[in-house]
Structures are given as structure tokens and as C-alpha cells.
């Protein structure tokens, strides 16, 4: 429907040319709608961010809601952390606020008393969350099928997700981080192994604790070192290998105990998997005379249990709160495979996505979405689009979910320290996103008047870092004014 163009007077219209005359940053509003905030222009301009670099809308959440400020807002930015709204709203209304993943266990072979003749087959689904507790969980519920020696192989069943090549060094050029970890229909733990060190005066020693416990995987302890802790991590001189790490320098016995979580990128996902589970197959009194192997779960076999994850809406809420990129990536080869029937790929997830989107009449040309998780140079959405999509998300039966899944301004979250003991802490979910030269929030703010305010800034620029005082000057201005 075309709205009914409204001519302006001539006496208006040159007093809005004197007023843009005098805005100093000469931000770009969008036509009709009033300038940004002075607070809001003047922190930019203190953190020396121009005016080309910010895409900002503020729309409120009702249906039909009224845009209350903009600037750039149909200029394709990149927005960091921030686009796992975009993925976990898709999940939410695709496939639903009681989806769960399913891991099924099943046999080729045949159980005699406490002995499986045959192969113990893995098929996944893609669980983000199958994590060390319910894994094990998991097969205590093989074992009480009464199976104790597995006299054949352990098949793991990935096929749900493409078998592409991934490469954890491609982001940042630093695969030993945990976000760097790629997708796996069958990810355990998030792939990621946590070294806690105490070392200790008296006897000259650093003991080191391996989390999980890996079979076969050995760790040789790094020395006693002397003087200031420093940076820690490049003192242990740490090799990793399938087979195990060596800390070949030093740990500083003023550093008391340290964690590090580690991306054994050189493992595969397989010895990862294998790692894990002979151990804990050990530890349950099993044992295993085969080897741990990919596959495909053969026509005709037997079901012997089934690991039902936590609901998708908590998932997406450690997503969101807590800016967790490895389980992201899962969500979106989900809606690939769930809503595609194909083995999932980031591009099918993309493309079900966009078609989510136009379903929707949701137009969305400038978004670029590469993992879903925001953790890439190459995604990118204007204010604009991602601020419809959370107003249409506002009018969707999951806004509950989804809205509680963000941040709490000033409590929790990514946004735990900011705006504490402000009027609006407390009154807004927002998420936020960081990456070099990027700095971006976006969610919703119940402004002092009962009004709910869609609010979205990106930052693209060298000063990026510097940023987040004019984002915090927007999100107050919205709770104050909206």
C-alpha cells in the first residue's frame, strides 16, 4: 500500500535546511524522521566515528510502529555477533519452540547377554549441546540395554551434514581458539579440551588436568618457571597433536592455577569422538575390540537408544546470552537439513533463510549471511532489514522465547556491565556484537513510557572500539524518550 505523500511548506522546509545546517556530523536521516539524539551525535563525534560508518534504526515493536530515528539504514554493514538473530528467529519459526535433536544409538549385529557381535552405530543430528554430562547420560542408557562389550566397530553417522572441508584458521589465522571449531553432526564437548594448571612451590611440580578425560591422549606437564606471569600461554611452548599435548616450556608459579580451553584443530572429529568415548565406555565398564570410524547407518538396522537434546529455546538462549559461535553454525545447518532434506551446507542454511525471509515480505537484497554465527568479514545486513526482522519477530507467537534468549542490559550476558544501576537496565534484551573495527547491539527496549522499541547500531570503522558510548547514549535516549 502507497502512503499519501504529504508536501511540506516552504517556511518548513527551510527551516529544516537551517537545522541539518547546524548538525555538525551531518548524519544521514532517513526521510521525514527526525535527527539522532544530540547525546548520541556527540559521542560518535567524540570517538571520531563518521557519520557513513554508523547504520542506526529505532522503529517501535507494534505492529505498524513508528520509526523514531535512523541513519544509513539501507547501507549493507557488517554486523558481528549480532546476525545469530537473524539464525536463531529463523529457528525459532522454522522449526519450532519444541524442537529437540535426536541421537540415535542402533546395531547391525545381534546382542548375546552383555555382548554386542556386531557395530554400535552413532547417528546425529547436529545437537549443539551434547556435552560431556549427557553423552554420558546417553550411554548409561546403552548400558542399561544391558550391553557391555562391543565385539565390532563404533560407526559414526554424520551424513545429515555435508562432508565439506573446514578450515579453523581461516577466520583469524588462530585455530586453537574454541570459537574456531567447525560443524559436526555429531559434535561432542564443542570439540574443545580445557587445561587446568596448579603448580605448585613445594614440590617443584605443575600438575595438569585434562577436561574431558581422553583415552590414550597424554599430556607432558610444562617446567616450574620463575618471575611475572605475563603471557602465560606462549611460556608453555604447547604442541598439540592427535595423540596428546606437550607444554614444553615453562609455567610461572606466580600465575597460581590457570585454565586454557583449546581447539584441537589437529584432531579430527572422529579421534576426538574416539578420544572420548573409550573413555568413558571404560569408565562405565564396557570395552571395545573394534576401532571408532565414520560410516552411514546401514539399511535394516536395530534401534537401541535415543538422546533427546535440550528444547531449541535453550539453545538459543546460551546462543544469544552468551555469543556462542560453534553452536550457531549447528542451528543453521539445521534449518538446512530440516527444512532442505539435503545434507546441510552454511549456503542451503542461507538460502532457507532468505526464503523464510520473503514468506515473510520481509525484502532482505543487502544480507549476506556465511556461518549464521556472525563470526566473518563477509556477512552483512542493513539496519534496516535486521530492525524489520525483529519487529516482525515482535508480532510472532516465539517473541517470548526469542526476546528472552538476549541479553538483560545491566544483568546478564554480554551485556552484564553495561548501563548497571541506569534506568534502563533492567528494561532492555540486546544483543551485542564485536569483531575487529566492529561494534554493534540490536534487540528491544521497554521504554519508561510501556512502549517496546526495536533498536539497531552498527559500527564499521577504526574507531569501532570506541563506539559503545554512543550505542549506550542511544539505547538510554530510546528508554527516556521512546
Known amino acids: 500500500m502507497f502512503k499519501k505523500i504529504r508536501f511540506m511548506p516552504v517556511g518548513a522546509l527551510f527551516l529544516s535546511f537551517v537545522l541539518l545546517s547546524f548538525n ?62 537473524v539464525t536463531t528467529d529463523a529457528a525459532l519459526e522454522l522449526l519450532g519452540p519444541t524442537f529437540s535433536w535426536k ?14 557381535q556386531g557395530d554400535l552405530i552413532f547417528k546425529g543430528s547436529g545437537d549443539p549441546k551434547l556435552v560431556l554430562e549427557n553423552f554420558w547420560l546417553f550411554l548409561r542408557q546403552i548400558r542399561a540395554k544391558g550391553i557391555r562389550d562391543i565385539r565390532g566397530n563404533v560407526v559414526l553417522d554424520r551424513s545429515i551434514f555435508d562432508d565439506s572441508v573446514y578450515d579453523p584458521a581461516l577466520f583469524d589465522g588462530d585455530p586453537l581458539k574454541p570459537y574456531n571449531v567447525g560443524p559436526d553432526a555429531l559434535l561432542l564437548n564443542y570439540k574443545t579440551l580445557t587445561f587446568m594448571f596448579a603448580p605448585d612451590d613445594t614440590t617443584g ?41 606437550s607444554f614444553n616450556g615453562t609455567l610461572p608459579a606466580s600465575c597460581g592455577e590457570k585454565s586454557w580451553y583449546v581447539n584441537p584443530y589437529t584432531m579430527s572429529s572422529t579421534a576426538y569422538f574416539s578420544a572420548m568415548f573409550r573413555q568413558m565406555w571404560t569408565d562405565l565398564g564396557g570395552t571395545l575390540s573394534g576401532t571408532v570410524k565414520p560410516g552411514v547407518t546401514p539399511v535394516g538396522t536395530r534401534f537401541i537408544a535415543e538422546w533427546d537434546s535440550v528444547t531449541l529455546p535453550e539453545v538459543i538462549r546460551d546462543i544469544n546470552k552468551y555469543s556462542n559461535n560453534v553452536m550457531a553454525r549447528q542451528v543453521l545447518l539445521t534449518i538446512a537439513s530440516d527444512i532442505l532434506k539435503l545434507p546441510a551446507t552454511p549456503e542451503r542454511g542461507a538460502r532457507a533463510v532468505q526464503s523464510w525471509l520473503a514468506s515473510k515480505g520481509i525484502e532482505a537484497n543487502d544480507l549476506i549471511i556465511e556461518n549464521g554465527a556472525g563470526l566473518s568479514r563477509n556477512e552483512r545486513i542493513s539496519a534496516r532489514t535486521m530492525g524489520r526482522i525483529l519487529a516482525s519477530a515482535y508480532q510472532s507467537p516465539t517473541m517470548p522465547e526469542f526476546i528472552s534468549s538476549m541479553p538483560l542490559v545491566g544483568f546478564d550476558g554480554t551485556m552484564r556491565k553495561r548501563l548497571k544501576g541506569e534506568g534502563v537496565a533492567g528494561q532492555a534484551h540486546i544483543k551485542t556484537g564485536t569483531l575487529n573495527d566492529v561494534r554493534a547491539i540490536a534487540g528491544y527496549v521497554l521504554a519508561a513510557s510501556g512502549k517496546y522499541y526495536v533498536v539497531v547500531c552498527f559500527i564499521n570503522n577504526g574507531n569501532a572500539s570506541r563506539g559503545q558510548a554512543a550505542q549506550d547514549a542511544l539505547l538510554r535516549w530510546v528508554y527516556e524518550n521512546g
Open 24 to 85: 555538525p556530523l551531518g548524519y544521514a536521516q532517513e526521510a521525514g524522521f527526525p535527527p539522532l539524539p544530540p547525546t548520541v551525535n556527540a559521542a560518535l563525534q567524540a570517538a571520531g566515528i563518521p557519520p557513513q560508518n554508523v547504520g542506526i534504526y529505532v522503529q517501535e515493536a507494534a505492529f505498524g510502529g513508528k520509526v523514531i530515528a535512523t541513519n544509513n539504514v539501507a547501507t549493507p554493514f557488517n554486523p558481528a555477533s549480532t546476525m545469530k538473530l
Open 103 to 116: 541421537t540415535g544409538a542402533y546395531t547391525d549385529g545381534q546382542q548375546i547377554g552383555s555382548t554386542l
Open 205 to 245: 611440580l605443575v600438575r595438569v588436568v585434562l577436561d574431558p578425560p581422553m583415552a590414550g591422549y597424554q599430556v607432558i606437564p610444562p617446567k616450574l618457571g620463575k618471575g611475572a606471569c605475563g603471557d602465560w600461554q606462549g611460556k608453555l611452548l604447547a604442541s598439540f597433536d592427535s595423540h596428546g599435548a
